[in-house]
């Protein structure tokens, strides 16, 4: 009998790699000093997940940044404002995530386990294609190279609409998409899962919403910890989120309860 869960999309930076989801950061922190602004780093995760281009935009429409743009350049941003930004982003971006692109533990491992029962492995990211050409070299030479990827501008809309999920499961012909899971540390994606009609698992310790390398929250106290991805799980979960893990490390009991539910239906 074949396995009930047919794929698992899986999104890059916070759940596969780059613990803390730092590269994007570190990109979008470098380039707004570069134009005399100072971007915190929670203004800068605020909308991760989403395409670099619609994630410039969101930034600078938050009403803060938008007043210390207004106070610095004497008007508001506009359109070729942003393109200029992300003109310097890409590149930024590219070199990032490439110093990142190191597997969360445990995730070559689980998607090994997945593979032999027979689930299809997708991906997406908000990433561009030129983004993810360094870090899809990276991962493979650690063990990792899922069946297709889907990045931004793959598809009309990016996140939350659920098209590049929808297009990682036609590429990989797995349906119904109730039978199909996705996993994301964002509620962006978890959103994007959501609209496409999947299981969705939102992975609240490695990801955006704690927002940490693996070193510093390693460190930490474990009460700390746990106070850190209880409200990161609680952000997913207003997401809707069909389960939170951890980290991928703690998928792959999830997707037997999965399987057990569909095959239950």
Known sequence: MSFPVKAVVLDWAGTVIDFGCMAPVEALVAVF???????TAAEARADMGRAKLDHLRAILAEPGVAARWLAA???AA???DIER??????????????RAAKLIPGAAETVAALRALGVR???GTGYTPAMMARIEVAAEEQGYAPDVVICAGDTPSGRPSPLMTWAALIEMDAWPARTCVKVD???V???EGKEAGCWTVGIAASGNEVGLDAATYNALPEDERARLVARASDTLKAAGADFIIE????LLPVIHEIARRIAAA
């Open 33 to 39: 000093a570069a134009e005399g602004l100072k971007l």
């Open 73 to 75: 350049k004497g008007q």
């Open 78 to 80: 506009n359109e070729d």
């Open 85 to 98: 930004i992300y003109a310097k982003l890409e590149p930024a971006m590219v070199e990032a995530a490439a």
């Open 121 to 123: 492995i997708g991906s």
């Open 185 to 187: 540390d964002a509620p």
């Open 189 to 191: 994606g978890i959103t």
């Open 247 to 250: 980290d991928i490390s703690e």
